[in-house]
């Protein structure tokens, strides 16, 4: 089964912080990008924060300082810890990345999790 699961999400108080994760199946390997993307109603999705497989961090202004991007190899995981967290953040986040898959060739391909809310109250 090739899925992403993220967790973590949930209701905080603004100046809050929330720790998101991302579990890749086992069926996910050689994960080439990565990164998170979110959607706030009525909005476009939007990249949150990214890294390449060099490890080269790219985060959105809106969050640079507060945000963290991070990766567990072993745990084929992805995070991102949420800092001073804003209303302005409330959204759903997406898990993206860019991997290859067992059985199914050498080709990456880009794959995405459901998402989970964040909402931050004021």
């Known amino acids: 089964q090739v899925q992403l699961v993220e967790s973590g999400g949930g209701l905080v108080q603004a100046g809050g912080s929330l720790r998101l994760s991302c579990a890749a199946s086992?069926?996910?390997?050689?994960?080439?990008?990565m990164g998170w993307y979110r959607q706030a109603p009525g909005k476009q999705r939007e990249m949150v924060a990214s890294?390449?497989?060099?490890?080269?961090?790219n985060y959105a202004d809106s969050v640079k300082g507060r945000f963290t991007l991070s990766r567990d190899n072993a745990k084929n995981t992805v995070y991102l810890q949420m800092n001073s967290l804003k209303p302005e953040d409330t959204a759903v986040y997406f898990c993206?990345?860019?991997?290859?898959?067992?059985?199914?060739?050498?080709?990456?391909?880009?794959?995405w999790g459901q998402g989970t809310l964040v909402t931050v109250s004021s």
């Open positions: 993206n990345v860019e991997a290859r898959v067992i059985g199914m060739g050498i080709r990456y391909r880009e794959i």
């Open positions: 086992r069926s996910i390997i050689d994960i080439n990008t």
């Open positions: 890294m390449t497989s060099g490890d080269i961090t």
